[in-house]
Nanobody, 124 residues
Framework: QVQLVESGGGLVQPGGSLRLSCAAS????????IGWFRHAPGKDYEGVSC????????YYADSVKGRFTVSRDNAKKSVYLQMNSLKPDDTAVYYC?????????????????WGQGTQVTVSS
């Protein structure tokens, strides 16, 4: 079955960096888009970035543009989110999710399969 496992979260000071990983199994990654979402207490879920595996096209929300970079390694069936210049407002649980919908990225449609999430805390 489709399985996504995130890793790489943690505690970092403002201005620091983290790289999140999303390991996929149980499906052909090339047929999907992978989205990164975050959920902070008291806020709605936010789609922060996505990547279409077939052509590597990407999208970034304005809140992270210029600071976050999404990439993929087909051989490792993994997608990464490099997060630089982190701010306290980036504190949230980060999830990766998969969608085979043709409007998956950048419209964030059809994300039915989610990982368990990884906590990112930006604090001094």
């Amino acid at each position: 079955q489709v399985q996504l496992v995130e890793s790489g979260g943690g505690l970092v000071q403002p201005g620091g960096s983290l790289r999140l990983s999303c390991a996929a199994s149980g499906f052909s990654l090339v047929d999907y888009a992978i989205g990164w979402f975050r959920h902070a207490p008291g806020k709605d879920y936010e789609g922060v970035s996505c990547i279409k595996i077939i052509d590597s096209s990407t999208y970034y929300a304005d809140s992270v543009k210029g600071r976050f970079t999404v990439s993929r390694d087909n051989a490792k069936k993994s997608v990464y989110l490099q997060m630089n210049s982190l701010k306290p407002d980036d504190t949230a649980v980060y999830y990766c999710a998969a969608s085979g919908h043709h409007h998956a990225c950048p419209q964030f449609v059809g994300y039915d399969n989610w990982g368990q999430g990884t906590q990112v805390t930006v604090s001094s």
